[in-house]
């Protein structure tokens, strides 16, 4: 097994799993701890009176337990993970594999197969235009409602709008949910987002409404716009693509460095964003899953491994978010990727993307020779042209940073968003520091 | 500026306001006039054109100045598994597998790496007392950092010169406590100056921080408290005085207890001399004895009045003068004591001087008697003489004899007492709270394992049993995580 604490620990779903996966890597908690080339398996004695039985897919890393945990990955897979980088001598290496455990892993090959099955089976062309129609009287009728929403708020003006700031597009929010019109129904969250107790608000909110109409006002005109914009439009709006279409389009391979993996809980949902970089064509690709309730994630990415990788991409103006199609991993090498960006070329780059997609709001960058400065409480991300931008991380993690950096010059990847760059991971001299 | 224009019609409402177009984007803004549609519309798209058009001319922000950089550090970081481990501890809050690390990066004269530093100054901050050695293992990116953060630059802020005038108490505090040690006369002079200035609480607090290096010299401030307002200062300033060898008070002490004290010497089987003591129970100490703290008539039952004088006279009294005074070693002086028929009320006050004068030869000869509970008596011995007293304080003291066992060099302890320990533990396991348990196991041997795990077996579902199985598998955890430190 390659994984190191830290990466272990990474893969924790919050703070408190990491902590319980640390109490229970503990050899006396375990009555059986075993490894094999493909897995690693162990009891570990609960307070009931049977044992919960942890396994642990190392080949593409997956974890399964028998508790009722509704956490993913539980703290018993953290913790025999855990134990196994402490105490890797107190595992059995099993030449018999036990049933339970050859059995789970037989499913996952299963389901493996049945989703490239799934990949293949064709579609009912007929029914799923009917629903494509249904579907997009519904939206227009929504976004038609938008549109007369936005300018009622603007006729009124958004002078009284912090004082309601939690509940005043909580309806039309509904209303393009049931318009199934997802993506403008998750904009609109976004407005909790703006800070109305800070100076700058009215610019945020009008940003935000502005660009609401302005993609409706786009759909009014879909088709007279090229088709990847059409497309970028759609998802906006709310279309999704089949994963199983977007697996059947032609994939990038290469060599993946994993950047950064975050996670974000909003309500029931868990957000889990990994930003993956080309090594041979420098392409970001951002792999999107979301986990609601008890739902187990397939398979995890640790941040700092490299994967050779077939990724394809959703559709849409150099799209970025992709999906993995195949994937093995690499023996651990240190993150070192030159971009060749400064910050100034960067906001050029910026300029140019926005002329070809307006839409776009979230851009990744690599930089390499910047350094992280703070000011009366302001912290910047500069480079050796004393270019600056301003960090949207938090106080703690800007220190986290600084720290790490000790105030020289490192390489950093990060997203711009709104004239502000949020840094994910930092890397120099061979050490590399992910933001969680 | 066209945006603030806009803005200010979208605060107020179209109905209230609408802007002019802007210089710069004069022709989009003419055609958006000329939109057949509602102001709504026409300043949504204002605003959209208006936006965009800003964000796409935005240039980075021009920086100043660049930080400093870190200092390299001068000594060798701490390996990556252990900087993991460090990282960890903070995140599962377990402060005392944290502090052992803590420990051995510091011994080993490691520093962390830079980026815990920050988490670690956040650490020292929520708990001043750890603060010197977590600062210490921060090496010069805890220096630079503190220098940078107004928050952490308490930790390298330099003493203020008018710290004694100005600073609060705790500050202050610490200014008396720093200079008694360094120049103890020096201490009482400065406290003289300010001290009838001071509220009551204040001068007992400083009062107090005299205790240490008690010498004559002190004697004149002391007395001058005789007339201070607060009882409890008095009684402080007079308890001092009392424990002065060579004051005007103890010498009154040491005279009667010479009065009452005789060593004869015998022949005896006309071979050789024995030396024995004799108590003078006719001895009528003075009077004044009696105003300066001492009670004339016995609290305890059986004990005569004179013997209760005499032990409070004793526990005073600097054992070493006394037996000079009587032309003994102190060794004699105990032996002979301690054979009284009367030694048995003089225990208590034997062992409270043996600790205050901090007397070896008397604590060895206290220690084992019978009936001895005073654990302060190891005050007395050299940290290795010590561990052949512990298991006599187990059942009684556990507590305060965790103090000195669960000392700050995390010394191993021996198996004899680990299994003594774990035992009474099973039996009592809320005696000690978690993080005891923590810090405990981190002195136990790996020898003390197969002890652990037959706790760990013990299948009783008594809440006793569950709860000290509970605390045995943590403290395996923590054998294990602490071997393979390493």
Redesign the interface.
Same mark, same amino acid.
């Given at each position: 097994m390659q994984y190191t604490r830290e990466q272990v620990l990474h893969m924790a779903p919050d703070d408190a799993s990491a902590k319980a996966g640390q109490q229970l890597a503990n050899s006396s908690k375990w009555t059986v701890k075993c490894i094999s080339d493909t897995a690693l398996w162990g009891d570990c004695q609960g307070s009931g009176k049977n044992p919960y039985k942890t396994i642990v897919d190392l080949t593409n890393i997956a974890f399964k337990c028998s508790c009722p945990s509704r956490k993913f990955p539980c703290k018993h897979g953290i913790g025999l993970m855990l134990l196994y980088t402490q105490q890797a001598d107190v595992f059995s290496t099993a030449t018999d594999i036990p049933e339970h455990v050859t059995e789970w892993l037989a499913k996952r090959q299963e389901k493996e197969v049945a989703k490239e099955q799934k990949e293949a089976k064709p579609v009912d062309a007929a029914a799923q235009a009917k629903r494509a129609t249904a579907r997009k009287k519904k939206v227009d009728a929504g976004i038609g409602e938008l549109r007369i929403w936005i300018r009622d708020v603007v006729r009124a003006g958004i002078m009284n709008i912090p004082q309601q700031s939690h509940q005043f597009y909580l309806n039309i929010t509904a209303r393009m949910v049931d318009a199934q019109a997802g993506g403008l129904a998750a904009q609109l969250r976004q407005i909790n987002t703006i800070n109305f107790y800070t100076e700058g608000w009215q610019r945020m909110l009008l940003r935000r409404l502005a660009a609401l109409y302005l993609i409706t006002e786009a759909y009014q005109r879909i088709d007279d716009l090229p088709e990847a914009m059409a497309q970028e439009l759609q998802t906006l709006i709310g279309w999704t693509t089949a994963k199983e279409e977007v697996l059947q389009s032609q994939p990038v391979s290469g060599t993946w460095a994993v950047l950064s993996v975050t996670m974000e809980e909003e309500g029931n949902i868990v957000t889990e964003r990994s930003w993956l970089y080309n090594k041979s064509d420098g392409r970001f690709a951002l792999l999107l899953n979301f986990y609601a309730g008890n739902q187990v994630p397939q398979a995890l990415l640790v941040p700092g491994a490299h994967i050779t990788a077939d990724v394809v991409y959703f559709p849409g103006i150099h799209p970025l978010r992709a999906l993995i199609k195949e994937q093995h991993s690499l023996p651990h090498s240190h993150i070192d990727i030159t971009a060749g960006h400064s910050l100034r070329s960067m906001y050029h780059e910026l300029s140019a993307g926005l002329t070809e997609n307006p839409f776009k709001e979230q851009v990744p960058f690599v930089l390499n020779e910047v350094y992280i400065h703070v000011t009366e409480a302001t912290w910047l991300l500069s480079d050796g042209d004393n270019d600056g931008i301003a960090l949207s991380n938090t106080t703690e993690t800007c220190w986290q940073m600084l720290a790490f950096t000790k105030g020289k010059t490192c390489s950093c990847f990060g997203v711009y968003e709104r004239d502000h760059f949020q840094i994910l991971s930092l890397w120099a001299d061979h050490k590399t520091y992910f933001v969680k | 500026m066209i945006?603030d224009e806009?803005?200010k019609a979208?605060?107020?409402?179209?109905?209230?306001y609408m802007p002019e177009p802007s210089v710069l984007l004069q022709e989009t803004g003419a055609k958006i006039a000329a939109l057949p549609t509602?102001?709504?519309?026409r300043?949504?798209?204002l605003?959209?054109t208006t936006?965009?058009y800003e964000?796409?001319?935005?240039?980075?922000?021009?920086?100043?100045?660049?930080?400093? &950089?870190?200092p390299p550090e001068t000594n060798p970081e701490a390996s990556?598994?252990r900087c993991?481990?460090v990282? /960890?501890a903070l #995140?599962?809050? &377990?402060d005392a597998w944290l502090a052992y690390l803590v420990y051995t990066i510091a011994k080993a004269g490691e520093v962390l /790496?830079?980026? #815990?530093?920050?988490?670690i100054l956040d650490k020292a901050l929520s708990n001043r007392k750890t603060a010197p050695v977590l600062i210490k293992i921060c090496g010069q990116?805890g220096q630079?950092?503190c220098g940078?953060?107004t928050q952490w630059q308490i930790f390298f802020r330099e003493e203020e010169e008018n710290t004694w005038e100005t600073g609060h108490i705790d500050q202050r505090k610490e200014y008396l406590k720093n200079l008694r040690q360094a120049d103890p006369a020096m201490a009482v002079t400065l406290l003289e100056q300010t001290f009838a200035s001071e509220n009551a609480a204040t001068r007992l607090a400083f009062l107090e921080l005299l205790s240490d290096q008690l010498s004559p010299a002190d004697e004149a401030f002391l007395q001058s408290l005789s007339k201070d307002k607060s009882q409890k200062v008095k009684e402080t300033a007079t308890a001092f005085l009392r424990r002065i060898q060579g004051s005007a008070l103890n010498k009154r002490y040491l005279e009667y207890a010479l009065n009452v004290i005789h060593i004869k010497e015998e022949r005896h089987l006309l071979v050789y001399k024995k030396k024995i003591l004799e108590l003078d129970a006719g001895v009528q100490p003075d009077e004044e004895l009696f105003k300066t703290g001492i009670d004339k008539i016995s609290r305890n039952k059986g004990v005569p009045d004179y013997i209760y004088i005499l032990g409070q006279v004793l526990q005073e009294i600097d054992p070493a003068i006394l037996a000079g005074r009587l032309d003994i070693t102190d060794a004699e002086l105990i032996a002979l004591l301690l054979a009284h028929k009367e030694a048995k009320h003089l225990l208590m006050f034997l062992s409270s001087a043996a600790t205050t004068f901090r007397n070896k030869a008397w604590a060895l000869a206290l220690l084992p008697q019978p009936g001895i509970q005073d654990i302060s008596l190891l005050d007395a011995l050299q940290p290795a003489e010590r561990p052949d007293f512990y298991g006599q304080f187990i059942d009684h003291n556990l507590p305060q004899l965790l103090t000195y066992i669960l000392d700050d060099d995390y010394s191993t302890l021996s198996l004899p007492l680990s299994e003594a320990l774990l035992q009474f533990l099973s039996r009592n396991p809320y005696q000690v709270t978690q993080p005891i348990y923590q810090r405990l196991a981190l002195h136990l041997p790996a020898q003390a394992k197969p002890m652990?795990?037959n706790f760990?077996q013990d299948s009783r579902e008594d809440y006793q049993t569950r709860y000290f199985r509970t605390q045995a598998?943590?403290m395996?955890?923590i054998i294990?995580?602490k071997n393979?430190l390493h």
């Amino acid at each position: 097994m390659q994984y190191t604490r830290e990466q272990v620990l990474h893969m924790a779903p919050d703070d408190a799993s990491a902590k319980a996966g640390q109490q229970l890597a503990n050899s006396s908690k375990w009555t059986v701890k075993c490894i094999s080339d493909t897995a690693l398996w162990g009891d570990c004695q609960g307070s009931g009176k049977n044992p919960y039985k942890t396994i642990v897919d190392l080949t593409n890393i997956a974890f399964k337990c028998s508790c009722p945990s509704r956490k993913f990955p539980c703290k018993h897979g953290i913790g025999l993970m855990l134990l196994y980088t402490q105490q890797a001598d107190v595992f059995s290496t099993a030449t018999d594999i036990p049933e339970h455990v050859t059995e789970w892993l037989a499913k996952r090959q299963e389901k493996e197969v049945a989703k490239e099955q799934k990949e293949a089976k064709p579609v009912d062309a007929a029914a799923q235009a009917k629903r494509a129609t249904a579907r997009k009287k519904k939206v227009d009728a929504g976004i038609g409602e938008l549109r007369i929403w936005i300018r009622d708020v603007v006729r009124a003006g958004i002078m009284n709008i912090p004082q309601q700031s939690h509940q005043f597009y909580l309806n039309i929010t509904a209303r393009m949910v049931d318009a199934q019109a997802g993506g403008l129904a998750a904009q609109l969250r976004q407005i909790n987002t703006i800070n109305f107790y800070t100076e700058g608000w009215q610019r945020m909110l009008l940003r935000r409404l502005a660009a609401l109409y302005l993609i409706t006002e786009a759909y009014q005109r879909i088709d007279d716009l090229p088709e990847a914009m059409a497309q970028e439009l759609q998802t906006l709006i709310g279309w999704t693509t089949a994963k199983e279409e977007v697996l059947q389009s032609q994939p990038v391979s290469g060599t993946w460095a994993v950047l950064s993996v975050t996670m974000e809980e909003e309500g029931n949902i868990v957000t889990e964003r990994s930003w993956l970089y080309n090594k041979s064509d420098g392409r970001f690709a951002l792999l999107l899953n979301f986990y609601a309730g008890n739902q187990v994630p397939q398979a995890l990415l640790v941040p700092g491994a490299h994967i050779t990788a077939d990724v394809v991409y959703f559709p849409g103006i150099h799209p970025l978010r992709a999906l993995i199609k195949e994937q093995h991993s690499l023996p651990h090498s240190h993150i070192d990727i030159t971009a060749g960006h400064s910050l100034r070329s960067m906001y050029h780059e910026l300029s140019a993307g926005l002329t070809e997609n307006p839409f776009k709001e979230q851009v990744p960058f690599v930089l390499n020779e910047v350094y992280i400065h703070v000011t009366e409480a302001t912290w910047l991300l500069s480079d050796g042209d004393n270019d600056g931008i301003a960090l949207s991380n938090t106080t703690e993690t800007c220190w986290q940073m600084l720290a790490f950096t000790k105030g020289k010059t490192c390489s950093c990847f990060g997203v711009y968003e709104r004239d502000h760059f949020q840094i994910l991971s930092l890397w120099a001299d061979h050490k590399t520091y992910f933001v969680k | 500026m066209i945006t603030d224009e806009i803005i200010k019609a979208a605060l107020l409402g179209t109905d209230k306001y609408m802007p002019e177009p802007s210089v710069l984007l004069q022709e989009t803004g003419a055609k958006i006039a000329a939109l057949p549609t509602d102001k709504e519309d026409r300043l949504l798209k204002l605003a959209i054109t208006t936006l965009w058009y800003e964000e796409a001319g935005r240039i980075p922000l021009k920086v100043a100045n660049r930080l400093p &950089e870190c200092p390299p550090e001068t000594n060798p970081e701490a390996s990556e598994k252990r900087c993991s481990l460090v990282r /960890s501890a903070l #995140l599962a809050k &377990e402060d005392a597998w944290l502090a052992y690390l803590v420990y051995t990066i510091a011994k080993a004269g490691e520093v962390l /790496s830079s980026d #815990l530093v920050p988490l670690i100054l956040d650490k020292a901050l929520s708990n001043r007392k750890t603060a010197p050695v977590l600062i210490k293992i921060c090496g010069q990116a805890g220096q630079w950092l503190c220098g940078l953060n107004t928050q952490w630059q308490i930790f390298f802020r330099e003493e203020e010169e008018n710290t004694w005038e100005t600073g609060h108490i705790d500050q202050r505090k610490e200014y008396l406590k720093n200079l008694r040690q360094a120049d103890p006369a020096m201490a009482v002079t400065l406290l003289e100056q300010t001290f009838a200035s001071e509220n009551a609480a204040t001068r007992l607090a400083f009062l107090e921080l005299l205790s240490d290096q008690l010498s004559p010299a002190d004697e004149a401030f002391l007395q001058s408290l005789s007339k201070d307002k607060s009882q409890k200062v008095k009684e402080t300033a007079t308890a001092f005085l009392r424990r002065i060898q060579g004051s005007a008070l103890n010498k009154r002490y040491l005279e009667y207890a010479l009065n009452v004290i005789h060593i004869k010497e015998e022949r005896h089987l006309l071979v050789y001399k024995k030396k024995i003591l004799e108590l003078d129970a006719g001895v009528q100490p003075d009077e004044e004895l009696f105003k300066t703290g001492i009670d004339k008539i016995s609290r305890n039952k059986g004990v005569p009045d004179y013997i209760y004088i005499l032990g409070q006279v004793l526990q005073e009294i600097d054992p070493a003068i006394l037996a000079g005074r009587l032309d003994i070693t102190d060794a004699e002086l105990i032996a002979l004591l301690l054979a009284h028929k009367e030694a048995k009320h003089l225990l208590m006050f034997l062992s409270s001087a043996a600790t205050t004068f901090r007397n070896k030869a008397w604590a060895l000869a206290l220690l084992p008697q019978p009936g001895i509970q005073d654990i302060s008596l190891l005050d007395a011995l050299q940290p290795a003489e010590r561990p052949d007293f512990y298991g006599q304080f187990i059942d009684h003291n556990l507590p305060q004899l965790l103090t000195y066992i669960l000392d700050d060099d995390y010394s191993t302890l021996s198996l004899p007492l680990s299994e003594a320990l774990l035992q009474f533990l099973s039996r009592n396991p809320y005696q000690v709270t978690q993080p005891i348990y923590q810090r405990l196991a981190l002195h136990l041997p790996a020898q003390a394992k197969p002890m652990l795990e037959n706790f760990v077996q013990d299948s009783r579902e008594d809440y006793q049993t569950r709860y000290f199985r509970t605390q045995a598998l943590e403290m395996l955890r923590i054998i294990d995580l602490k071997n393979n430190l390493h």
